[in-house]
């Protein structure tokens, strides 16, 4: 036991890990970059993305001006996704409001709905939806559409002899009706930030990594010190795997951080094995900083490294599913996510946290992300002592 | 104005003597461009459905085939034997149905069957899209078997008829697509300006102009002009290139647009001059103006989410924002096309704005030039 802690101590790789650890603990800028920035992103990431669908502005042209059309305009407006905005006189002026953006949605009763409504006829309504934001004026569609059918079945239920006969005939010998029971799993409040955190997560470990990877590695570069560690009879790979150490350790501090910012301001739980996460965790550092030494293989200075970094990092985070959904994406690109290591890493998060999925479903991801950590490390090893040789 | 021209043609000179700021300047928007208007969208299609089928009878057959047929779902094979959310959890499906045994008896009866959906709600706005789709789907399957429409009311009171506006075909890239033309030039103008004028920091050649006869305006303004050249070029690759992929055609009167453009331009440029006199390091002033510049134009100027979403303790920052008025202005100019009567606020917004951190600027350099 103890010779094999003499030999542990007595690796080469030691003294250099010591001298990067101190070497960034020495550097407060870094820290500070480290904490600030990831926290701020993931709050405003949480509070911004948010696709919620509340307090529609409704015009409202009320030709009818019955009780039952007012009715109909309370309907929308108790249900809080709508509010009324202005009334208007006609549905000229309702377009042009609408057509200045001043409205989101409109909302026009004809003059013969009460009278319709009378005749026990079936009245309809017109509702105008400002398309150009195609996703809230879907959902919004299906609000409307669940408000007109809650009416239908609170005018029916009171005053409805009709709907009590055809009770009667559906229930002798007609056939029945279909509907669809649907559950929402794990997240039945639909909380939207919980799919953005556990999204954001990832890309801030890949990029904190990469950002931080390739600045280290290109620091000693610029100062010419490389060559001095090349003197020392330290291996390229010892040299590597020695920076990363430490950069490694000081970015799970990220996750840490991320998941209490995660927890106390957004809630988002941890349902799965908190040690599974870390260690997916790091081995997503691990991938972000081989992209980082990677591309500084590529660049002499700072600033190069990080005009380089203008060409991996927004396709990293956009082509990942971590905060839209894959199926989104046309259908030749949802395979090219696969090669990227945010992907897996919100698959495992959300797969952990949310779904409290265990290693026997998530070892795929996993297994895929080790690939990637070791391929991407071992590659900017291999360039970086072909560059120096 | 001499000394401002020859201070711009100094300043393109060097820009596209240098080829990875050329490239950056000019394909990178592109990239970044075909990328945002393509992999961000909203509107799934092809969401993954395991179906599991107890009941294996003619109508749970029919209804699978439904869901076969809508564009919505893509129905993938999954083991009988094996516990369906397992597909949920891994990530292979999105969606479990289960048909339960005696679906089709209770049908024939007069009874109410119900298939089950079990819907993977992380992602909680497709989920409540997905929930729209389940249920309009299987209403209509209802109806079409020859059945009441489910709450057996028979006649409907009330029907609304809905109409969408301006984008019938709920097409989502006629929302992004203006979006990201708007980010992608508020993020490289600026960076470019912000590059040169650090640099100019950095390597002290600042201290060469301080001792030459042009005056502090003349040199940002120099500088500014330069920056705008190019940014104009950058915006016109851009939107050949929104107008060629994604089909995107002005809708109305473009005068606002063009106006705004060059309102718009001119405060980018102008923001990264600021940050280049403010930060006299390169590394730095690309940090700066990366994450300002992405951060604020990509989340809070309502490019995928209406601004109105945004809790009020913050929103009020997107007012601040350039970018926004720049998307209201691009998505009116594309989809909506109402012209200068709901516009004319925008332009004059991003010139004030532009106004400013040009003052900011001068306010730095003449301060420095004493």
């Given at each position: 036991m103890k010779t094999l802690i003499v030999n542990i101590r007595s690796w080469r790789i030691w003294p250099l890990f010591m001298k990067e650890l101190r070497q960034i603990t020495q550097d407060k800028k870094l820290i500070v970059s480290l904490v600030l920035p990831p926290t701020l992103q993931l709050i405003i990431f949480g509070l911004a993305l948010n696709p919620e669908v509340t307090n529609l502005r409704l015009g409202v042209v009320d030709e009818s001006?019955?009780?039952?059309?007012?009715?109909?305009?309370?309907?929308?407006?108790?249900?809080?996704?709508?509010?009324?905005?202005?009334?208007?006189?006609?549905?000229?002026?309702?377009?042009?409001?609408?057509?200045?953006?001043?409205?989101?949605?409109?909302?026009?009763?004809?003059?013969?709905?009460?009278?319709?409504?009378?005749?026990?006829?079936?009245?309809?309504?017109?509702?105008?939806?400002?398309?150009?934001?195609?996703?809230?004026?879907?959902?919004?569609?299906?609000?409307?559409?669940?408000?007109?059918?809650?009416?239908?079945?609170?005018?029916?239920?009171?005053?409805?002899?009709?709907?009590?006969?055809?009770?009667?005939?559906?229930?002798?010998?007609?056939?029945?009706?279909?509907?669809?029971?649907?559950?929402?799993?794990?997240?039945?409040?639909?909380?939207?930030?919980?799919?953005?955190?556990?999204?954001?997560?990832?890309?801030?470990?890949?990029?904190?990594?990469?950002?931080?990877?390739?600045?280290?590695?290109?620091?000693?570069?610029?100062?010419?010190?490389?060559?001095q560690l090349l003197m020392t009879p330290a291996q390229a790979s010892e040299i590597i795997a020695a920076k990363m150490g430490p950069l490694c350790l000081l970015l799970s501090l990220d996750i840490a951080l991320a998941l209490v910012v995660g927890y106390t301001v957004f809630g988002v739980p941890v349902r799965g094995s908190l040690l599974l996460l870390c260690s997916a965790g790091m081995l997503c550092i691990f991938a972000g900083i081989g992209i980082g030494t990677f591309v500084a293989t590529f660049s002499r200075s700072q600033q190069q490294a990080q005009l380089m970094g203008f060409f991996v990092n927004p396709p990293l985070s956009m082509l990942s599913g971590a905060t839209t959904p894959i199926e989104a994406m046309p259908g030749w690109m949802q395979p090219l996510t696969l090669l990227n290591p945010i992907r897996h890493f919100s698959t495992i998060a959300r797969g952990i946290m949310l779904k409290g999925a265990g290693i026997d479903v998530l070892y795929p991801n996993l297994l895929a992300l080790l690939c990637f950590a070791v391929a991407l490390v071992w590659i900017s090893a291999w360039r970086f002592r072909k560059q120096l040789g | 104005m001499k000394r401002i021209i020859a201070q711009a043609r100094k300043e393109l000179t060097q820009?596209?003597?240098?080829?990875?700021?050329?490239?950056?300047?000019?394909?990178?928007?592109?990239?970044?461009?075909?990328?945002?208007?393509?992999?961000?969208?909203?509107?799934?299609?092809?969401?993954?459905?395991?179906?599991?089928?107890?009941?294996?009878?003619?109508?749970?057959?029919d209804y699978i085939d439904a869901l076969k047929a809508s564009l919505t779902f893509r129905v993938v094979p999954w083991p009988l034997n094996r516990r369906a959310e397992e597909a949920l959890t891994s990530e292979q499906a999105r969606i479990v149905v289960v048909i339960p045994e005696h679906f089709e008896r209770d049908f024939l009866r007069g009874g109410q069957s119900e298939a089950q959906w079990l819907i993977d709600a992380v992602d909680a706005n497709t989920a409540n899209t997905m929930r729209g789709q389940a249920s309009s789907l299987t209403n209509a399957f209802s109806a079409q078997h020859g059945a009441g429409n489910g709450s057996s009311t028979g006649q409907a009171a009330i029907k609304a008829e809905m109409r969408m506006w301006y984008n019938p075909g709920h097409d989502s890239q006629q929302f992004i697509a203006p979006g990201a033309f708007a980010i992608v030039l508020a993020l490289f103008p600026p960076l470019l300006a912000a590059l040169a004028m650090s640099r100019e920091g950095e390597q002290k050649t600042i201290l060469q102009v301080y001792v030459s006869s042009i005056s502090a305006h003349e040199f940002l303004l120099g500088k500014i002009a330069a920056f705008f050249v190019i940014a104009v070029a950058e915006w016109a690759l851009a939107l050949a290139l929104a107008m060629g992929l994604f089909g995107l055609r002005f809708a109305g009167d473009p005068t606002p647009l063009l106006v705004g453009t060059a309102c718009y331009l001119f405060c980018s440029v102008s923001f990264g001059v600021m940050v280049g006199a403010a930060i006299p390091n390169q590394a730095s002033a690309i940090q700066a103006v990366a994450g300002v510049q992405f951060l604020l134009s990509f989340l809070l100027s309502g490019f995928t989410f209406p601004i109105s979403n945004i809790p009020a303790g913050i929103r009020w920052i997107s007012a601040l924002v350039p970018a926004r008025y720049f998307i209201e202005l691009a998505r009116d100019a594309f989809v909506r096309g109402s012209g200068w009567t709901a516009m004319w606020h925008a332009p004059t917004i991003l010139a004030l704005g532009g106004m400013f951190f040009f003052f900011i600027a001068w306010r730095k350099m003449r301060h420095m030039q004493m």
């Open positions: 001006r019955t009780a039952a059309s007012r009715e109909v305009v309370s309907a929308f407006v108790e249900s809080r996704s709508f509010r009324v905005g202005d009334y208007y006189s006609s549905p000229d002026e309702l377009s042009r409001a609408m057509r200045a953006g001043k409205l989101d949605a409109g909302l026009i009763v004809p003059s013969d709905f009460a009278k319709r409504r009378d005749r026990r006829e079936t009245a309809s309504v017109q509702l105008l939806l400002d398309a150009v934001d195609s996703n809230t004026a879907g959902i919004a569609q299906g609000y409307a559409a669940r408000i007109i059918a809650a009416l239908n079945q609170r005018l029916a239920s009171p005053s409805g002899q009709e709907s009590v006969t055809l009770k009667m005939e559906g229930s002798s010998g007609r056939r029945g009706s279909i509907a669809a029971r649907i559950a929402l799993l794990y997240n039945p409040g639909l909380e939207s930030t919980w799919f953005i955190v556990t999204g954001v997560l990832g890309i801030l470990l890949v990029l904190n990594g990469s950002l931080i990877g390739s600045a280290s590695m290109v620091k000693e570069k610029e100062l010419g010190t490389v060559e | 820009t596209f003597r240098d080829r990875l700021t050329l490239t950056l300047a000019l394909v990178l928007p592109l990239i970044l461009l075909a990328l945002l208007g393509t992999a961000i969208s909203l509107s799934v299609t092809g969401v993954a459905v395991v179906v599991q089928d107890f009941d294996r009878t003619q109508l749970s057959r």
